[in-house]
C-alpha cells in the first residue's frame, strides 16, 4: 500500500514540476513578465489588408517589434496601427511604414525602411510615410475590369 502512494506521489510531483516549469517556459516566450517599455509608433492606413494585434514589425527581415493597437480614427476613418518597438532602436522621422505579406498565404507583417534624417521618432509620435497593404484580388480585379 506504501508503495503505491509512493508511486502516485512522485508521479504527481513530476507532473507539477513539469506543469511549473512548461509556464515559466511559455510565459516568456510571450512576454508576460517582461515589464520592459516599448517605442509605440502611430501610422495611418486607409487599407490594412489582414492585419491583426500581434503581427510583426520588421526592419529588413529582422523582427523589432510587433503590432500593438488597431483603432479607426473616426474622423477621417483611416486605420491607426500602434506599433511596439524596442526602445534601443532609433527611428528616423523620414521611415517608411508599409503593410507587407509573406508570399501569397503568409502572415501580414509591418515593415520599416529606415529613412536618411537624423530625428527619430519619440514614443506616441505619428510615422508621415505610410503605405497600404496592396491585395491581390484588387490587383486582379484592376487588371481584368481596367
Same mark, same amino acid.
Given at each position: 500500500?506504501?508503495?503505491?502512494? !509512493?508511486?502516485?506521489?512522485? +508521479?504527481? +510531483?513530476?507532473?507539477?514540476?513539469?506543469?511549473?516549469?512548461?509556464?515559466?517556459?511559455? =510565459?516568456?516566450?510571450? $512576454?508576460?513578465?517582461?515589464?520592459?517599455?516599448?517605442?509605440?509608433?502611430?501610422?495611418?492606413?486607409?487599407?490594412?489588408?489582414?492585419?491583426?494585434?500581434?503581427? $510583426?514589425?520588421?526592419?529588413?527581415? &529582422?523582427?523589432?517589434?510587433? &503590432?500593438? !493597437?488597431?483603432?479607426?480614427?473616426?474622423?477621417?476613418?483611416?486605420?491607426?496601427?500602434?506599433?511596439?518597438?524596442?526602445?534601443? /532602436?532609433?527611428?528616423?522621422?523620414?521611415?517608411?511604414?508599409?503593410? =507587407?505579406? !509573406?508570399?501569397?498565404?503568409?502572415?501580414?507583417? &509591418?515593415?520599416?525602411? +529606415?529613412?536618411?534624417?537624423?530625428? =527619430?521618432? !519619440?514614443?506616441? $509620435?505619428?510615422?508621415?510615410?505610410?503605405?497600404?497593404?496592396? =491585395?491581390?484580388?484588387?490587383? /486582379?480585379?484592376?487588371?481584368?475590369?481596367?
Amino acid at each position: 500500500m506504501s508503495k503505491r502512494i !509512493n508511486i502516485e506521489f512522485s +508521479l504527481g +510531483l513530476l507532473i507539477l514540476i513539469i506543469s511549473i516549469t512548461c509556464f515559466f517556459y511559455y =510565459s516568456n516566450k510571450i $512576454d508576460i513578465f517582461n515589464n520592459d517599455e516599448a517605442l509605440k509608433i502611430n501610422s495611418s492606413f486607409f487599407d490594412i489588408g489582414n492585419i491583426n494585434i500581434g503581427n $510583426d514589425v520588421k526592419i529588413n527581415g &529582422v523582427k523589432v517589434g510587433e &503590432v500593438s !493597437n488597431i483603432t479607426l480614427n473616426h474622423e477621417n476613418f483611416m486605420a491607426i496601427i500602434t506599433t511596439s518597438i524596442e526602445e534601443n /532602436i532609433k527611428i528616423p522621422n523620414d521611415s517608411v511604414f508599409k503593410i =507587407s505579406n !509573406n508570399g501569397f498565404i503568409g502572415s501580414p507583417y &509591418v515593415e520599416i525602411q +529606415l529613412g536618411n534624417s537624423l530625428e =527619430s521618432l !519619440n514614443n506616441d $509620435d505619428y510615422s508621415i510615410n505610410n503605405i497600404d497593404a496592396v =491585395s491581390l484580388e484588387e490587383i /486582379i480585379n484592376n487588371f481584368i475590369f481596367k
